[in-house]
C-alpha cells in the first residue's frame, strides 16, 4: 500500500524555505495617523493616468498655497516623475541603504522637492513576489511621522498602484479622508471601478475614509460613466478630455501648469484648480453601493 510521509517542520533541512518565508508582510501600526492634514488616496485602473492626474492636482493644491506631500505607492515610483524630473529613490532603497534601520535615515533620504514646493515620496515595493506593499506604504508613513513632517502638511496625496485591491495596496485607505476614482468612459474602466467601490466600502466599516467622487479622464464623453454613476451613487468631480498636450506632457516631464497656456491647456489647468479647490472646501461622502459583475455587463455591454 502507498502511504504520504509527512515531515515534522523540525525535519526539515536546515537552509531550506517555506514559501512566503522571509517575505516583506503587511503590519500596519493603528496607532500611527497622519494628522490634520487632507488626505486623498487616487485609485483606478491601470494605466489611466492616475499618476498625471495626481500631480497636476498637487501642483493645484500648492498654487492654492497649500503645503502638499504627494506619496507614491507604485514599485514602478514614477508617480512624481513629473513633479521632481527623475525617477527618485524609494523608502525601500532608503531602507536598504541603513539595513533597515529607519532610526539612521534623514529626511532629505527619502523625501524630494517638486515643482512649485510639492513634497515628494516614492514609497517603492518588495522585490516581485516576496511580499505585500502595504508594508511599504505603513513604514512609509510612520517615517514621516517620525520627522514631523506631516505636522507642516495641509494636504497629503497617496498615488496608488492601479486597480489591485488586496490588503497592501488598499492600505492608504486607512488614512486617508476621500478616496478618488479616475475612470475613462469605457467598460474595463468601469469595472475596475465598481471593485475599487468595493474595496473602499470594506475599509470604510475600520476607518474613516470615505468615496469622495469620480475624475473623468481621457474621455471625449462620459455617457458610460453617467450611467453607472447614477446606477451606484456616485457622481464626477472633473472631466479631462483625451488632449495630446496631456500625454506630451509626461514625455517632456512636465506637469500641465508648466506648459505654455494654449486655450487646451489653459481650460485643463482651470480645471484642476477647481477640483483642487472643490476638494479644499469639502464634500459630503456618497454611499455608492457597488454592482454584481453580471449587472454592470447587462448595464453597460459591450457597444
Not at 514614477?78 to 513633479?83: N, Q, V
Request: net charge negative; hydrophobic share 40%.
Amino acid at each position: 500500500m502507498n502511504e504520504t510521509a509527512t515531515f515534522p517542520m523540525s525535519q526539515i533541512k536546515k537552509g531550506s524555505r517555506l514559501d512566503g518565508e522571509g517575505s516583506v508582510q503587511v503590519q500596519l501600526d493603528p496607532d500611527v495617523k497622519i494628522g490634520n492634514a487632507k488626505v486623498f488616496a487616487i485609485y483606478g485602473k491601470g494605466g489611466i493616468g492616475k499618476s498625471t492626474t495626481s500631480s497636476n492636482l498637487s501642483v493645484a493644491f500648492s498654487k492654492l498655497g497649500k503645503r502638499v506631500l504627494q506619496i507614491g505607492c507604485d514599485p514602478k515610483h514614477d508617480s512624481t516623475f513629473t513633479l521632481t524630473k527623475k525617477l527618485v529613490p524609494t523608502v525601500i532603497d532608503a531602507l536598504e541603504q541603513v539595513d533597515f534601520h529607519a532610526e539612521e535615515l534623514r529626511i532629505e533620504d527619502f523625501v524630494y522637492p517638486g515643482y512649485n514646493g510639492v513634497m515628494c515620496v516614492e514609497a517603492g515595493g518588495p522585490p516581485a513576489g516576496t511580499g505585500c506593499g502595504g508594508y511599504v506604504v505603513g513604514q512609509t508613513v510612520k517615517l514621516l511621522k517620525e520627522h514631523h513632517l506631516l505636522e507642516d502638511t495641509d494636504v497629503v496625496i497617496f498615488d496608488v498602484l492601479g486597480d489591485v485591491v488586496c490588503g497592501g495596496f488598499a492600505a492608504p485607505l486607512q488614512h486617508a479622508d476621500r478616496a478618488l476614482i479616475v475612470t475613462a468612459n469605457d467598460f474595463d474602466s468601469i469595472f475596475a471601478m465598481n471593485r475599487i467601490i468595493q474595496a473602499i466600502g470594506a475599509k470604510s466599516k475600520n476607518y474613516n475614509v470615505r468615496l469622495g467622487g469620480v475624475i473623468a479622464n481621457r474621455s471625449e464623453t462620459t455617457d458610460q460613466i453617467d450611467k453607472f454613476n447614477q446606477a451606484v451613487g456616485l457622481k464626477t468631480m472633473a472631466h479631462f478630455p483625451p488632449l495630446d498636450e496631456i500625454r506630451k506632457s509626461r514625455l517632456t516631464k512636465s506637469t500641465l501648469f508648466e506648459l505654455d497656456p494654449t486655450p487646451n491647456v489653459k481650460a485643463v489647468q482651470d480645471e484642476y484648480m477647481r477640483l483642487a479647490s472643490q476638494l479644499w472646501i469639502g464634500s459630503d461622502p456618497l454611499p455608492a453601493v457597488p454592482m454584481k459583475d453580471r449587472d454592470i455587463f447587462d448595464l453597460l455591454g459591450f457597444d
